[in-house]
Nanobody, 112 residues
Framework: QLQLVESGGGLVQPGGSLKLSCTASSATLSAYPIAWFRQSPGQEREGIGCISSNDRFTYYENSKKGRFTVSTDNAKDTVYLEMNDLKPDDTATYYC?????WGQGTLVTVSS
């Protein structure tokens, strides 16, 4: 059964960058389409972008294009979410997802 684990969250200053990782236990991540979401306190979970399973095609929500990049390293069987020019409004718990499987999330705090 697929289990997803996010890592890489933390405190970053406005304008900074952060790269989150999504790995899988008991499965090969490259066989699954992976999406990234985030949820801020009191807000609904929102989509960021995703990557397909075979050709690794990427798709982004319009509001997330430009500062967010989803990529993969097949050798490490890891999917990444790279975030640049971070703003305080980007503060949220970030999740990777495949179908009905969610990771536990990793908290990103953007603050000076």
């Amino acid at each position: 059964q697929l289990q997803l684990v996010e890592s890489g969250g933390g405190l970053v200053q406005p304008g900074g960058s952060l790269k989150l990782s999504c790995t899988a236990s008991s499965a090969t991540l490259s066989a699954y389409p992976i999406a990234w979401f985030r949820q801020s306190p009191g807000q609904e979970r929102e989509g960021i972008g995703c990557i397909s399973s075979n050709d690794r095609f990427t798709y982004y929500e319009n509001s997330k294009k430009g500062r967010f990049t989803v990529s993969t390293d097949n050798a490490k069987d890891t999917v990444y979410l790279e975030m640049n020019d971070l703003k305080p409004d980007d503060t949220a718990t970030y999740y990777c997802n495949s179908g009905r499987t969610w990771g536990q999330g990793t908290l990103v705090t953007v603050s000076s």
